[in-house]
């Protein structure tokens, strides 16, 4: 599984991913998928989208949102194929999901999982309140998820900045901190960064 780390102000948005893809074999059991690549893909000069729990199904986003220089309207019919991509992932056999980051016209965050009944959450920045958003697997339980929290938050009060680079300092620190917490994490760090046109 996967540890995604989003942070966006309404000038920016920093995406973190460690280097650990996962997926369900054919008969249903979590593999870690060989090599090291990032859990997201740039779509858009102002959009990116992160997906964690399953390779297939960023393999499939991939394939849906093709890079291209203009940004993609996320309206009903494109969240409807991100929905779909995400379900065929079975939620008792793996938490699986989506968030994009869009940066135009103003700066969002907008996530789904695969549990039955959920559907999208919508995160914007507020004037000096970050979007802050950690994608894992159940190894990362509420408490544990509530410890990265907490030592982000830590991180950007003691630092004092809230430019890009201190955001991906404190970036860094919460992903090695996911990877002690659950060893399908790895300490690999890939980062993007995208800002407002």
Not at 36 to 61: D, H
Not at 121 to 141: H, K, W
Not at 172 to 180: F, G, I, N, W, Y
Request: aromatic share 8%.
């Amino acid at each position: 599984m996967s540890f995604v780390s989003i942070i966006a102000s309404s000038e920016f948005a920093s995406v973190v991913s460690d280097g650990c893809l996962s997926d369900l074999d054919e008969t249903g059991r979590r593999v870690i998928v060989p090599g090291s690549r990032p859990s997201f893909v740039r779509v858009s000069e102002c959009q990116l989208i992160a997906c964690t729990g399953s390779a297939r199904s960023l393999k499939q986003v991939k394939a849906a949102f093709p890079f291209r220089k203009e940004g993609y309207a996320f309206g009903a019919d494109n969240l409807a194929t991100l929905e779909k991509i995400i379900r065929c992932v079975p939620y008792h056999a793996q938490d699986a999901l989506i968030a994009i980051v869009n940066a135009e016209p103003t700066m969002s965050c907008r996530m789904i999982s695969n549990e039955d009944g959920q559907g999208w959450q919508t995160l914007r920045p507020e004037s000096d309140r970050f979007a802050v958003l950690f994608l894992g697997g159940r190894e990362l339980n509420e408490d544990k998820m509530k410890q990265i929290y907490r030592v982000f938050n830590q991180q950007i009060k003691n630092d004092g900045q809230k430019n890009p680079q201190s955001i991906f300092s404190a970036q860094k620190d919460v992903s090695r901190l996911a990877a002690e917490l659950d060893s399908s994490v790895n300490k690999r760090i890939f980062h993007q960064l995208i800002r407002k046109g």
